[in-house]
């Protein structure tokens, strides 16, 4: 029979990466009692510890990294951010990042991250894990607890007030209910709803369904950012290379050996010239023009198996040899490939989910004691997202959602025994003696992958997302008619369940969205369309349908509008 333990917590906080990580520290140092559950091992397999390890901020003369413009002042980091976010970013939110950011990169070292190399966390591969191990250390040291394996499956809301959350202990084959006055959702993105991706198995939106269930809204959902230098070589890992082409200038080439960047981005001179030179701007901030490029050529024919080529053929061989990165990039990501000899076959997947969870400067949502942050939140990034920010996000507001679930924690939850029960009643159901159903579960999860990138990917059109939508419907069924025997099992299932989902969620927005705009590309509408699609798109779960509104964005710094984003005519 299965059972469910409950526990008692001020703040829960689900999700151990930068976020969750920020969030338990923040919030105990208000005295109040921290949980910190991750479904796997805390700080290990999340996009925080896989990250590029660049983090960005104004900290002139201090933070330097290699592949990120410098900022002079907060002010000029938040205009660059909204320009990039082409105007669908919260100026609010966009603001405390930018302007809060410097302290909070500063303080890190307080929290025991000694290991940046000029504030880039280059030491240790993943660059990450640099940041991860001591966020994870500090707060075990501070009295966090901290519970691994935890499947948070629904938070509990009573009397519209969130009291808690539920979920499975797959570790130790029980279910779990936490009382809690104040629960953090920190679960990261979804970039795993694609088939081609650079993120870890884990980032399956896990919070954005948890928040809708709850009744809380998301925004901005079509936004997605795709990371243009992804290995398509078979045979070796889907992880990207754009170190690579920061480090050593790689130049991407069609099959016909053309350096085809050029008739995208006419700015662009060919050969290996680093695109600072070019630009006055880094590759990670122009990369959603780049993975176009690439998909544009491939569907033109003028790609090589399905792919682009990535030629680094010019690099020393001795630069290899004494470059900690390119060792690392040799041993593990290409396994012997030598891209000294041939260049090696690349095409873009996604990285991070830019829309999530709707939140206010508090990081409070629309349910009262739910809060979020991180890359599980909407509004910081707009349409696009500057290279380095997608650390600064979770590090700044995560702080803010600890110290505001502290904050709100002061109330004597109660959790009644009917909620607990239905929450593992939900859990039960879905488990039965005979087969465990894992092969029809892994071909359920590729299709939602499969139909996610090829209908709803980078290149957009409204006839492949309406034919994508009754089909990402249909799998979510098929998944929700798929018993299993376990619950290890069961977490393989609802991952695929909220893939499906969230694939869904992202596809309504897509569809609705008819201009281009940042990340979101349509080729039936090209331009960007500032007269109608000046407006956020916010969803909330009503019943089994979704409920898409719109709110016209106002500005209060118009005059950014005027500025263009690359300050070159775009093809
Ligand atoms: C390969 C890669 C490189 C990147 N490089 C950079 C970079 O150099 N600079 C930059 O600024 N940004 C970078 N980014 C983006 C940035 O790293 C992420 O946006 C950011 O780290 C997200 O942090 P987070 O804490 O919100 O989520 P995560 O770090 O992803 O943590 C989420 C955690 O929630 C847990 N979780 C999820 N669902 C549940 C559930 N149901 N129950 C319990 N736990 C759950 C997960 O297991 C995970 O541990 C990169 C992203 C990737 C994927």
């Known amino acids: 029979m299965l059972n469910t333990r409950l526990e008692d917590t001020d703040v829960l906080i689900i999700g151990s990466g930068g976020a969750g990580l920020r969030a338990a520290i923040e919030a105990r140092r208000y005295g109040v009692k921290v949980t910190v559950v991750d ?40 205009r660059q951010a909204m320009i990039h976010g082409e105007y669908l970013n919260d100026e609010a939110l966009v603001e405390i990042m ?10 890190l070292k307080s929290l025991g991250v000694d290991t940046f190399d000029a504030m880039y966390l280059k030491v240790h591969y993943p660059h990450g894990s640099g940041l991860m191990g001591p966020l994870v250390n500090t707060a075990r040291k501070m009295g966090c607890t901290l519970r691994p394996g935890m499947v948070i499956t629904r938070i509990l809301v009573e009397g519209g007030r969130v009291v808690g959350a539920a979920g499975v202990d797959i570790y130790r084959g029980r279910c779990a209910a936490f009382r809690s006055g104040a ?23 896990d919070g954005y369904t948890l928040a809708l269930d709850a009744g809380a809204s998301l925004r901005d959902m079509e936004i997605v950012q795709f990371e243009p230098y992804v290995q398509a070589e078979p045979g070796l890992p889907m992880l990207d290379r754009h170190e690579a082409e920061a480090e050593f200038h790689g130049v991407l080439r069609n099959a016909l050996g053309e350096d085809f960047l050029v008739k995208y981005l006419p700015a662009v001179k060919a050969g290996q010239v680093p695109f600072e030179e070019q630009f006055g701007m880094a590759l990670t901030d122009i990369r959603e023009r780049v993975a176009r490029a690439m998909v544009t050529e ?26 900690f990165a390119s060792q690392y990039a040799r041993k593990v990501l290409l396994r012997g490939f030598d891209v000294q000899k041939k260049p090696v076959h690349v095409l873009p997947g996604a990285i991070c989910t830019l829309g999530g969870i709707a939140i206010d400067g508090d990081c409070r949502t629309d349910v009262p004691g739910l809060f979020a942050a991180g890359e599980a939140t909407g509004g910081v990034h707009g349409a696009a997202r500057l290279g380095g920010d997608g650390l600064l996000d979770p590090i700044v507001f995560g702080a803010r959602a600890g110290r505001s679930a502290a904050l709100a924690s002061n109330v004597a939850p109660s959790v009644s025994k009917e909620l607990v029960e239905e929450a593992r009643a939900e859990v039960a159901s879905v488990l039965a ?116 509104t719109e709110r016209p964005i106002r500005l209060r710094t118009t005059e950014l509008l005027k500025q263009s984003k690359f300050g070159i005519e775009v093809k």
């Open 98 to 107: 930018t302007f809060e950011g410097p302290a909070r990169v500063l303080e």
């Open 298 to 323: 491939v569907a033109a024919g003028r790609g090589d198996q399905g792919a682009v080529l990535f030629d680094l053929r010019h690099v020393p061989a001795g630069k290899w040899e004494s470059d």
């Open 183 to 205: 629960v953090v959702i920190a679960t990261g993105g979804a970039a795993e709803t694609f088939l081609r991706n650079d993120t870890t198995v884990n980032t399956t939106g």
């Open 39 to 78: 479904k796997v091992v805390l700080g290990m397999n999340n996009s925080t510890r896989y990250s590029g390890g660049g983090i960005k901020a104004a900290l002139p003369g201090i933070l330097s990294t290699a592949y990120t413009t410098q900022y002079e002042c907060p002010r000029e980091h938040f």
């Open 433 to 548: 003696e005979g087969p465990a159903n894992l092969e029809i579960l892994g071909k359920l999860r590729d299709q939602v992958k499969r139909t996610m990138w090829e209908q709803v990917g980078i290149l957009r059109t409204g006839e492949a997302i309406a034919a994508a939508i009754p089909v990402l419907d249909e799998l979510a069924e098929r998944v929700r008619a798929t018993k299993v025997r376990s619950l290890r099992q069961f977490k393989s299932r609802l991952e695929t369940l909220n893939l499906a989902r969230v694939g869904r969620v992202i596809a309504g927005a897509a569809q609705r969205r008819m201009e281009s705009r940042g990340a979101h590309f349509r080729t039936d509408f090209p331009q960007r369309d500032d007269e109608r699609w000046m407006v956020n798109q916010f969803v909330r779960q009503d019943g089994r349908k979704l409920a898409y």
